[in-house]
């Protein structure tokens, strides 16, 4: 699978507006499943299931990529992610659309500040909303920019090697312009 997926496109971004899609995403980004086992995972009705799958589907965001026979001889069709990482633009998405990614990418942000901080006890973040708001937004920007970068890279499932070298080029790049 592609090591990371920009989403950038508001017609994409709509169908990852629904978090249960985004889940179904994360799970198999760990291994390949069919929409049984994601089902029985998730605890949805296989029809729910498929109709999330359908649109995932129909937007290339999965794909299949093993079918094996049952011993009844049933085709099971095995599900994996167009890309293991998902990231969102939100300078290059409409307003409406990025609104529902914004706390993700605010999140991603702050976790990765609280790690620096709690690292390197020497760094302190001001603590001001504003200079929180700046500092999120900043590296929410250059997790996107390194992660334009891996776009064409293609990596195996369940390896969260990639997802790792990403924030940590972000942050580095974030901590040489501060210093």
């Given amino acids: 699978m592609k090591a990371v997926f920009i989403v950038n496109e508001p017609k994409i971004a709509k169908v990852l507006v629904d978090p249960m899609r985004r889940t179904i995403l994360n799970l198999l980004r760990e291994k390949p499943m069919t929409q049984a086992q994601l089902a029985d995972e998730l605890g949805l009705s296989d029809p729910s299931l498929n109709y999330h799958m359908k649109i995932l589907r129909r937007y290339k965001l999965v794909m299949i990529t093993k079918k094996a026979a049952e011993e009844h001889g049933i085709i099971q069709k095995f599900f994996s992610p167009a890309a293991y990482l998902f990231v969102y633009d939100l300078d290059s998405l409409p307003k409406d659309v990025a609104r529902y990614f914004h706390p993700i990418s605010i999140e991603r942000a702050r976790s990765v500040a609280s790690s620096i901080m709690v690292k390197d006890s020497g760094y302190k973040i ?12 900043q590296l929410s920007r250059l997790f996107v920019t390194v992660a334009k970068s891996y776009e064409k890279k293609e990596v195996p499932s369940g390896n969260d090697k990639i997802v790792y070298d990403i924030y940590c080029k972000a942050i580095t790049m974030w901590l040489d312009k501060i210093q």
């Fill in 126 to 137: 001001d603590d001001m909303p504003e200079a929180i708001d700046q500092l999120t937004e």
